[in-house]
C-alpha cells in the first residue's frame, strides 16, 4: 500500500493512517530504555527468578538511593511480573523508598532513630529531635525506627549502615564528618579457629554413618525448645518435617524483630560457625535441599559475617555452591513470623497465612519446611558436640536447661545471659550488675512487648516456657527490659502498641484498626478501660497470627496491676 493510504474506508483518522486517535503506545506506564539497561547491568547474569525479587529490589535501592518509578516498571519487564506486584512489594517493607514520578528522592544519608521501649528509656525522643534541630534536611533525614537488636547501648541508631551506639548528636555529626556509614564488623571467630576446636567433626561424622533418629533422640532428650518464642519441642518439629514427602527445606529465621531482643545478633557476631554447623545438621536431619537464612536487615555486620562464612564453607567444600542461601530482610518485624517469613523468601510481602495446613507441611514453594530460630541451632550444635547434658543437667526452681536473657533498660550492665532456665527477674537483674544507679526496680517486661508488663512484686517465677501463662503473659524471646521508679507502666505499654501499630501486616482487621484505636485510647489520660478491654478480646480472638493475638498483652496487664497510672 502506497504510504499515505488509508486501510479499510477513506474516512480521516481511522486505522492505519497514524494521523487520528491512535495509540502510540502500549497503556500504562512506559518502559524508560535508560532505567532499563541500568536494571540490566545491576543485575547481570543473576536468575531472573520471582522468588529473587527483594533481592533485587536492594539491589537497585543500595545503587541509586530510592527505588524510582522508572526502576520499578523496568525490573517489572525484566522479571516479567506485573508492575503491580513489583510496587506492592516494594511498598511493603520499611527500608525501601519508593519515589513516584514528580516526586522528591531522598537525601543521600538516612538515620534511623530507635525508637522502642530501651531506645525511648534511653531518651530517644529528645535525640531524635536534636539530630532534626542540628542537620540539614535536605542532607540528611531522620527517620524513626523500631528496635535494632542493640538494647544494650541505647539509645541507638543508624547512620546509613553504620550502628552509633549510646548515640548523640555530637558522635552522628563526627560519624558524618568521616564519611562513617558502613557496618563494622566485629572480630569473631573464624571457621578456621572453630575448627582447631573441634568444629565441625560431629556433622563430618554425622554425614559420614550417622543415624538421623538418634540424634533427634539427643535433642528431645537434651530438652531444647525453639528459642524464637513459640518453645515447640525441636525434635519433636524435625520428625514432623521428615514424615513429608521431600523435597524439603530448612529455613533460619533470623528476623530477630521482638523489641528488647538481641541475643540472636550476639551469638552470631561471635560464633558464626557454631551456628552454621547446627543448621547443617538439622539440614541433614531432615534431608534439606537448601538451607535459607532470612537474616534482618538491621544487622548489616551480621550479614556480611554470614556471606564471607558461607563463602569458607562453601570453599572448604562443606557445602556445594548455592546449598545457603542467604536472604536479606527490608525492614519488617511481621517477617519473624514463620509464614510471613516464608512469603518473604519467596519473594513477596510478609503476609502470614492461616494454618492449616502448618510449614512443616508446605512451607517454602509449597514444600515441607522445618523452620529454626538462630539460638535453636547453635544449641543443636552444641547439644551434638557435648551431649544433651549441656543443656538438661542444671536445674533451678523446679526448671531445667539453660535461657539466653536480653537484658535492658534500667539495669547497671545491660547485655545477654546465659542463665538457668529457672532464673527469676531478681537473678536477671543481679546478673546484670543490679539496678542502674538511682533507680528502683518497679515493673519488667518479660519476654518482648507481645508478652506485656508485670510489676516488680511478682518476682519469683522462674522466666520460662510454661511458667509464665497463668499470670497471662510468657516468655517468648526471653527480651527482659527493666523499669524504675522514674518509669510509668502505661508510657511503656503505649510504646509497645505504637510498635504494634507501625507493624501489624494489616491483613486482618481486628489487628489493623485495634492496634490504631488502642494507641488512640492509651492516650488519653484516663484510659476508657471498658472500651479498651472489649477491643482487647476482639484483638486476641480474631487475629490470625500472633501479632495481633499478643498485642493486647501490655494493655491487659497494666489495665490489672498499674490501676493507679490508667
Ligand atoms: C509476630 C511474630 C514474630 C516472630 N518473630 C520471630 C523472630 O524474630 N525470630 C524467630 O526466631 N521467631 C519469631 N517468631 C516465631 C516464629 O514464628 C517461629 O515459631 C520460630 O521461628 C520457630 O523456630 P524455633 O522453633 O527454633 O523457635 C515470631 C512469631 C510471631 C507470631
Ligand atoms: S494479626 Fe496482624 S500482623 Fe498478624 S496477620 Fe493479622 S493483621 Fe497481619
Ligand atoms: S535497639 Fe532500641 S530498643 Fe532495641
Given at each position: 500500500?502506497?504510504e499515505?493510504?488509508?486501510?479499510?474506508?477513506?474516512?480521516?483518522?481511522?486505522?492505519?493512517?497514524?494521523?487520528?486517535?491512535?495509540?502510540?503506545?502500549?497503556?500504562?506506564?512506559?518502559?524508560?530504555?535508560?532505567?532499563?539497561?541500568e536494571?540490566?547491568?545491576?543485575?547481570?547474569?543473576?536468575?531472573?527468578?520471582?522468588?529473587?525479587?527483594?533481592?533485587?529490589?536492594?539491589?537497585?535501592?543500595?545503587?541509586?538511593?530510592?527505588?524510582?518509578?522508572?526502576?520499578?516498571?523496568?525490573?517489572?519487564?525484566?522479571?516479567?511480573?506485573?508492575?503491580?506486584?513489583?510496587?506492592?512489594?516494594?511498598?511493603?517493607?520499611?527500608?525501601?523508598?519508593?519515589?513516584?514520578?514528580?516526586?522528591?528522592?531522598?537525601?543521600?544519608?538516612?538515620?534511623?532513630?530507635?525508637?522502642?521501649?530501651?531506645?525511648?528509656?534511653?531518651?530517644?525522643?529528645?535525640?531524635?529531635?536534636?539530630?532534626?534541630?542540628?542537620?540539614?534536611?535536605?542532607?540528611?533525614?531522620?527517620?524513626?525506627?523500631?528496635?535494632m537488636?542493640?538494647?544494650?547501648?541505647?539509645?541507638?541508631?543508624?547512620?546509613?549502615?553504620?550502628?552509633?551506639?549510646?548515640?548523640?548528636?555530637?558522635?552522628?555529626?563526627?560519624?558524618?564528618?568521616?564519611?562513617?556509614?558502613?557496618?563494622?564488623?566485629?572480630d569473631?571467630q573464624?571457621?578456621?579457629?572453630?575448627?582447631?576446636?573441634?568444629?565441625?567433626?560431629?556433622?563430618?561424622?554425622?554425614?559420614?554413618?550417622?543415624?538421623w533418629?538418634?540424634?533427634?533422640?539427643?535433642?528431645?532428650?537434651?530438652?531444647?525448645?525453639?528459642?524464637?518464642?513459640?518453645?515447640?519441642?525441636?525434635?519433636?518439629?524435625?520428625?514432623?518435617?521428615?514424615?513429608?514427602?521431600?523435597?524439603?527445606?530448612?529455613?533460619?529465621?533470623?528476623?530477630?524483630?521482638?523489641?528488647?531482643?538481641?541475643?540472636?545478633?550476639?551469638?552470631?557476631?561471635?560464633?558464626?560457625?557454631?551456628?552454621l554447623?547446627?543448621?547443617?545438621?538439622?539440614?541433614?536431619?531432615?534431608?534439606?535441599?537448601?538451607?535459607?537464612?532470612?537474616?534482618?536487615d538491621e544487622?548489616?555486620?551480621?550479614?556480611?559475617?554470614?556471606?564471607?562464612?558461607?563463602?569458607?564453607?562453601?570453599?572448604?567444600?562443606?557445602?556445594?555452591?548455592?546449598?545457603?542461601?542467604?536472604?536479606?530482610?527490608?525492614?519488617?518485624?511481621?517477617?519473624?513470623?514463620?509464614?510471613?517469613?516464608?512469603?518473604?523468601?519467596?519473594?513477596?510481602?510478609?503476609?502470614?497465612?492461616?494454618?492449616?495446613?502448618?510449614?512443616?507441611?508446605?512451607?517454602?514453594?509449597?514444600?515441607?519446611?522445618?523452620?529454626?530460630n538462630?539460638?535453636?541451632?547453635?544449641?543443636?550444635?552444641?547439644?551434638?558436640?557435648?551431649?544433651?547434658?549441656?543443656?538438661?543437667?542444671?536445674?533451678?526452681n523446679?526448671?531445667?536447661?539453660?535461657?539466653?536473657?536480653?537484658?535492658?533498660?534500667?539495669?547497671?550492665?545491660?547485655?545477654?545471659?546465659?542463665?538457668?532456665?529457672?532464673s527469676?527477674?531478681?537473678?536477671?537483674?543481679?546478673?546484670?550488675?543490679?539496678?542502674?544507679?538511682?533507680?528502683?526496680?518497679?515493673?519488667?517486661?518479660?519476654?518482648?512487648?507481645?508478652?506485656?508488663?508485670?510489676?516488680?512484686?511478682?518476682?519469683?517465677?522462674?522466666?520460662?516456657?510454661?511458667?509464665?501463662?497463668?499470670?497471662?503473659?510468657f516468655?517468648?524471646?526471653?527480651?527482659?527490659?527493666?523499669?524504675?521508679?522514674?518509669?510509668?507502666?502505661?508510657?511503656?505499654?503505649?510504646?509497645?502498641?505504637?510498635?504494634?501499630?507501625?507493624?501489624?501486616?494489616?491483613?486482618?482487621?481486628?489487628?489493623?484498626?485495634?492496634?490504631?484505636?488502642?494507641?488512640?485510647?492509651?492516650?488519653?489520660?484516663?484510659?476508657?478501660?471498658?472500651?479498651?478491654?472489649?477491643?482487647?478480646?476482639?484483638?486476641?480472638?480474631?487475629?490470625?497470627?500472633?501479632?495481633?493475638?499478643?498485642?493486647p498483652?501490655?494493655?491487659?496487664?497494666?489495665?490489672?496491676?498499674?490501676?493507679?497510672?490508667?
Amino acid at each position: 500500500m502506497a504510504e499515505g493510504t488509508k486501510a479499510l474506508d477513506n474516512r480521516d483518522g481511522v486505522w492505519k493512517s497514524g494521523k487520528g486517535k491512535g495509540r502510540h503506545t502500549p497503556k500504562g506506564r512506559q518502559l524508560d530504555d535508560a532505567a532499563w539497561t541500568e536494571v540490566q547491568t545491576l543485575l547481570g547474569d543473576r536468575p531472573r527468578r520471582r522468588d529473587l525479587l527483594i533481592e533485587y529490589l536492594h539491589l537497585i535501592q543500595d545503587a541509586h538511593g530510592c527505588l524510582s518509578a522508572a526502576h520499578l516498571r523496568a525490573l517489572a519487564e525484566e522479571m516479567r511480573l506485573s508492575q503491580a506486584e513489583v510496587y506492592e512489594v516494594a511498598t511493603f517493607y520499611a527500608h525501601f523508598d519508593v519515589v513516584k514520578e514528580g516526586e522528591a528522592v531522598p537525601p543521600a544519608l538516612t538515620i534511623r532513630v530507635c525508637d522502642s521501649l530501651s531506645c525511648e528509656l534511653a531518651g530517644a525522643q529528645q535525640l531524635k529531635a536534636a539530630l532534626e534541630d542540628g542537620l540539614d534536611a535536605s542532607e540528611v533525614r531522620v527517620l524513626r525506627a523500631p528496635c535494632m537488636g542493640r538494647c544494650d547501648t541505647a539509645p541507638v541508631l543508624e547512620l546509613g549502615h553504620h550502628h552509633i551506639d549510646h548515640a548523640t548528636v555530637e558522635k552522628v555529626q563526627n560519624a558524618i564528618a568521616a564519611g562513617e556509614t558502613h557496618a563494622h564488623v566485629p572480630d569473631y571467630q573464624t571457621y578456621a579457629a572453630y575448627v582447631a576446636d573441634g568444629g565441625y567433626q560431629a556433622l563430618t561424622d554425622l554425614r559420614a554413618n550417622g543415624d538421623w533418629e538418634a540424634v533427634q533422640e539427643k535433642i528431645l532428650a537434651s530438652g531444647l525448645r525453639g528459642l524464637g518464642g513459640a518453645g515447640f519441642p525441636s525434635g519433636k518439629k524435625w520428625g514432623f518435617v521428615r514424615g513429608n514427602a521431600g523435597p524439603r527445606y530448612l529455613a533460619v529465621n533470623g528476623d530477630e524483630g521482638e523489641p528488647g531482643t538481641f541475643k540472636d545478633r550476639y551469638y552470631l557476631e561471635r560464633t558464626p560457625q557454631l551456628f552454621l554447623e547446627g543448621m547443617l545438621i538439622a539440614a541433614w536431619a531432615v534431608e534439606a535441599d537448601v538451607c535459607f537464612i532470612y537474616m534482618r536487615d538491621e544487622y548489616p555486620a551480621v550479614l556480611e559475617i554470614l556471606a564471607r562464612e558461607i563463602k569458607v564453607l562453601e570453599d572448604a567444600g562443606v557445602v556445594a555452591k548455592g546449598y545457603i542461601d542467604l536472604r536479606r530482610g527490608a525492614g519488617a518485624y511481621i517477617c519473624g513470623e514463620e509464614s510471613a517469613m516464608i512469603e518473604s523468601i519467596e519473594g513477596k510481602r510478609g503476609i502470614p497465612r492461616h494454618r492449616p495446613p502448618f510449614v512443616a507441611q508446605v512451607g517454602i514453594f509449597n514444600r515441607p519446611t522445618l523452620v529454626h530460630n538462630v539460638e535453636t541451632l547453635l544449641w543443636v550444635a552444641r547439644i551434638c558436640r557435648e551431649g544433651p547434658e549441656v543443656l538438661n543437667t542444671t536445674e533451678k526452681n523446679g526448671r531445667i536447661g539453660l535461657r539466653s536473657y536480653s537484658v535492658s533498660g534500667r539495669v547497671a550492665k545491660p547485655g545477654v545471659f546465659l542463665l538457668p532456665a529457672g532464673s527469676t527477674i531478681l537473678d536477671i537483674i543481679d546478673a546484670a550488675g543490679g539496678m542502674a544507679d538511682g533507680h528502683v526496680f518497679k515493673a519488667y517486661q518479660p519476654g518482648g512487648p507481645s508478652s506485656g508488663i508485670l510489676p516488680a512484686t511478682i518476682d519469683d517465677v522462674p522466666l520460662d516456657f510454661d511458667t509464665l501463662q497463668p499470670l497471662g503473659t510468657f516468655i517468648g524471646s526471653a527480651a527482659v527490659v527493666v523499669l524504675s521508679d522514674k518509669d510509668r507502666a502505661r508510657d511503656a505499654a503505649l510504646n509497645m502498641l505504637r510498635f504494634f501499630e507501625d507493624e501489624s501486616c494489616g491483613q486482618c482487621t481486628p489487628c489493623r484498626v485495634g492496634c490504631e484505636k488502642a494507641v488512640k485510647l492509651m492516650q488519653a489520660d484516663k484510659w476508657d478501660q471498658p472500651l479498651l478491654e472489649e477491643l482487647c478480646v476482639a484483638m486476641a480472638d480474631a487475629s490470625i497470627c500472633g501479632l495481633g493475638q499478643a498485642a493486647p498483652n501490655p494493655i491487659k496487664l497494666v489495665m490489672q496491676h498499674f490501676k493507679d497510672e490508667v
